[in-house]
């Protein structure tokens, strides 16, 4: 049971087209989020969701769109990618407030 | 706006020594959480070490432990006898809880490369 899985792991693709980074959990957390990597920032919230189709933005929302028509999923859709756009991207779960985000394995996203 | 701030970029230790990564935060919420993970070169983030603002005792985990200073707002990471599997980027983040409606996002510092030396 991987509990949360992300795919693909690996993706290049060129600037003005539309990728999906799919995540998927097996533990029914109410809370999903997308956060950005990239060297000298830490992680920055991009969006996240507070439960079936209740979505806000975070940090470094622009460029990004987001779904969440049932629990388990919750998809990240870069509509025309550009360059700045390359980093590493982490979806994470959590149940309550109280409780430690637990995060995927990550997608290196390289856009040429 | 709520912070966090780690200032070492990157620290050495040695094997078998106690090193202590620092984290300050900024927030004027009086309820709030403070997280570590610890991310390795492979790249997942690994959840450490959780400290609530009102726990009265600091957090232990293992060889983890958290030196929670509230009225310094700082939570500094204390890794007792270092092993070479330590070495990884180590994350301090911070989450806010708002009793009206919970967002529960994280709050990033910029991280910390320890290096553990045989």
């Known amino acids: 049971d991987a509990g949360i899985t992300q795919s693909p792991r690996y993706k290049i693709t060129e600037t003005g087209r539309q990728v999906t980074l799919m995540c998927h959990q097996t533990?029914?957390?109410?809370?999903m989020f997308w956060y950005r990597q990239d060297l000298g920032h830490g992680l920055r919230l991009i969006y996240y969701?507070?439960?079936?189709?209740?979505?806000d933005k975070g940090e470094v929302p622009d460029g990004y769109v987001v779904s969440r028509s049932k629990t388990e999923n919750f998809p990240l859709t870069l509509e025309s990618a550009t360059r700045s756009q390359t980093s590493v991207y982490f979806c994470?779960?959590?149940?309550?407030?109280?409780?430690?985000?637990?995060f995927g394995d990550g997608t290196r996203l390289s856009i040429l | 706006a709520q912070k966090i701030t780690q200032t070492q970029p990157g620290m050495f230790v040695q094997e078998k020594e106690a090193v202590t990564l620092d984290c300050t935060y900024d927030?004027?919420?009086?309820?709030?959480?403070l997280f570590w993970y610890k991310q390795p070169s492979s790249g997942e983030m690994i959840f450490l070490i959780y400290q609530g603002s009102y726990d009265q005792q600091n957090a232990t985990e293992g060889r983890y432990s958290l030196n929670f200073q509230k009225a310094r707002k700082s939570a500094n990471l204390v890794i007792s006898a270092s092993q070479l599997g330590d070495s990884a980027m180590y994350f301090c983040a911070m989450r806010e809880v708002n009793y009206g409606g919970a967002t529960n996002k994280l709050i990033f510092g910029t991280g910390t490369l320890l290096a553990v030396q045989p």
């Open positions: 969701s507070a439960a079936a189709d209740i979505t």
């Open positions: 994470a779960t959590g149940g309550t407030a109280y409780q430690p985000q637990h």
């Open positions: 533990w029914s957390h109410s809370y």
């Open positions: 927030t004027s919420d009086p309820s709030y959480g």
